[in-house]
């Protein structure tokens, strides 16, 4: 999500300067113009939560975030919130080690490809319904925006991704 957000506040021609202030929740620095140098991570909450960065909107401590949608629909009403931007959802992916033999990839991406039951599927983030072979040409989108994803950190002094 990080990603997209960079990539398409640099096509309305934002970038990390023109900002006061902002943070990657992942982390207890904040950037930006008028950024303070270093914040306790309690100051937001969990990194890992979907909930820390509608919260940290809720609380009046940045003035937008990006949020899973499901998170955004929980709260939005009750917090007063909107919709700036959608973003595509490139998923989460499965990897693994380029020396991967390739019998054992193509193996494991059919067990998961096949996985049908719901009491696994549930212990995976966002609980998905199922898993999809996806080849090069479904990144292509994503290829075309990272030259604009890398120019918002450019000649910012908090460069962090």
């Not at 949020?67 to 909107?82: C, D, H, I, Y």
């Not at 898993?131 to 962090?160: I, P, Q, V, W, Y």
């Amino acid at each position: 999500m990080t990603f997209w957000a960079k990539a398409h506040l640099v096509e309305a021609g934002i970038q990390a300067n023109d900002l006061a202030r902002y943070r990657y929740v992942d982390t207890n620095v904040e950037l930006g113009r008028n950024a303070r140098a270093a914040l306790d991570t309690s100051d937001l909450g969990n990194p890992f939560s979907e909930m820390t960065p509608v919260e940290a909107v809720i609380d009046g401590i940045y003035d937008a975030a990006v949020a899973t949608e499901k998170r955004f629909m929980q709260v939005a009403a009750t917090g007063k919130l909107v919709l700036l931007k959608r973003f595509q959802d490139t998923g989460s992916l499965l990897v693994g080690q380029s020396k991967l033999p390739a019998p054992a990839a193509t193996s494991f991406q059919r067990a998961m490809i096949n996985l049908r039951d719901p009491q696994i599927l549930q212990t995976f983030p966002g609980n998905p319904s199922g898993f999809e072979a996806c080849t090069d040409k479904n990144f292509s989108e994503m290829r075309n925006k990272l030259s604009a994803e890398s120019l918002f950190d450019e000649n910012s002094a908090g460069d962090r991704r």
